[in-house]
């Protein structure tokens, strides 16, 4: 299968400091990556440098089979990537924050597609993203993501504040998403989703990969969810 991202060595520093060491991945196109790991285990700083919000310190980056690991600017403009719900302007409109990112609202409903509905943006669009709560924003961070139309995208915690109804009805979105071609790369806590959605993926503690989840090894978590939650939660542990 295609890789549509294959990174070999990458490092990322924050405040000086490695966060990442020496990290490799490979992502086939058109499929679901799962990162999880414990708080401080570097998931974000490694999808912030995947994104182009952060330098690599070191290593490649291939996406699409172009080396991007010195071009910030290049990797940003390949991800729809989506901003941390509490950086959107309180002073605009959500229409106005998809606007920006999309055209217009025309454009931005057919390149959300399935999404738009389970974030159920159409109820949102006149509300001023200061009178959001942290759910509502995190809906309009994660529409951002795909407004722009990218054949990649990247979300850290997608789930994170979402109601039980809009969890269910993303991840199923999303997943279809997934089949309709997209590359998907989320950092993930929920133990379930990476269970019944993620193809592959990878755990990271302490900046370095601790465990590799292979295909076969998330279709039996699929298939037995709760062992594998166990099995997670022993290595998390550990
Ligand atoms: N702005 C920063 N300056 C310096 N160090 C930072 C900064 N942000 C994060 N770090 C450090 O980088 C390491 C990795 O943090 P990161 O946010 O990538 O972890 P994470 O796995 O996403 O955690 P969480 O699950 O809590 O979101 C941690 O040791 C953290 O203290």
Redesign the pocket.
């Given at each position: 299968m295609t890789a549509a991202l294959r990174l070999s060595g990458v490092t990322?520093e924050?405040?000086g400091?490695p966060?990442?060491e020496a990290l490799d991945l490979s992502v086939p196109q058109g499929s679901w990556f799962g990162v999880i790991?414990?708080?401080?285990?570097?998931?974000?700083?490694?999808?912030?440098a995947l994104a182009g919000r952060l330098p690599f310190a070191g290593g490649s980056c291939r996406i699409e089979d172009q080396e991007l690991a010195a071009d910030r600017a290049a990797r940003a403009a390949r991800f729809g990537f989506a901003p941390p719900g509490d950086t959107l302007p309180d002073a605009l409109r959500v229409r106005d924050v998809l606007e920006c990112v999309g055209g217009t609202m025309e454009e931005v409903r057919a390149r959300t597609g399935s999404v738009y509905a389970a974030l159920g943006l159409g109820a949102l669009l006149d509300c001023w993203i200061g009178d959001c709560s942290a759910g509502m924003r995190q809906r309009v961070a994660i529409a951002a993501a795909f407004a722009g139309g990218h054949r990649l995208v990247i979300l850290?915690?997608p789930f994170n504040w979402l109601d039980p109804v809009a969890v269910f009805d993303l991840r199923r979105a999303l997943r279809q998403q997934v089949e309709d071609g997209l590359t998907l790369i989320t950092?993930l806590?929920d133990l379930g989703t990476l269970a019944a959605a993620c193809d592959t993926g990878l755990m990271?503690a302490g900046?370095k990969i601790a465990m590799t989840l292979s295909h076969d090894m998330l279709r039996a978590a699929g298939a037995d969810p709760h062992a594998f939650e166990q099995r997670m939660i022993e290595i998390l542990r550990s």
């Open positions: 990322v924050r405040g400091q966060v990442v790991g414990a708080n401080g285990s570097g998931k974000t700083s490694l999808l912030r850290d915690e950092a806590h990271l900046g």
